[in-house]
């Protein structure tokens, strides 16, 4: 049987993850790059343009078209299912530039968590951010931490005006 832990994940999201069909090396740079020219080319009526972004791009090479389903109960909060599809914020240019003004940073659309409940995205340095009707909220400061909150349950943090 091969050894699941990679050591990159915790176990239980190393599991899920490859239940999702992840594997180490995963990389579909092709659909990545089908997305990109798809958000690229995107305005909004109002005018509003996506950000594309390599730290975006190698996000949706390695886990685009998954969705990955937490394993059991959350350590703080109901773990949430993923969905690694940035087409999913296709309509919220405007939302995801107010958000990287705010942080003073450029945000692109990763995905979504459980059935469409909140956007999950994206900025250059690669730190990822859920979006939902009650607020903005940080997952960590890259995907794979990101992933280890959503799928293990942790609770994220509220991004405030502070």
Known sequence: ???LNTTRFPV???AALREAGWQPGRWDIRQAEEWADALSAHTTPAGHRLNVFPTAVEAWAEFGGLRVTAPGPGRQVA???VRIDPMAGIHLARTLADLGRSLDTE???LGE???GQAVLAIDITGRVFS???TGDWY???DID???ATLITGMEPARLTSD
């Open 79 to 81: 773990p949430s299912s």
């Open 139 to 141: 997952l960590g400061p």
């Open 12 to 14: 239980s999201v190393d």
């Open 131 to 133: 979006i939902d009707h």
């Open 145 to 147: 931490q990101a992933l």
């Open 113 to 115: 968590e459980g059935e």
């Open 1 to 3: 049987m091969p050894d």
């Open 107 to 109: 945000i692109s659309p």
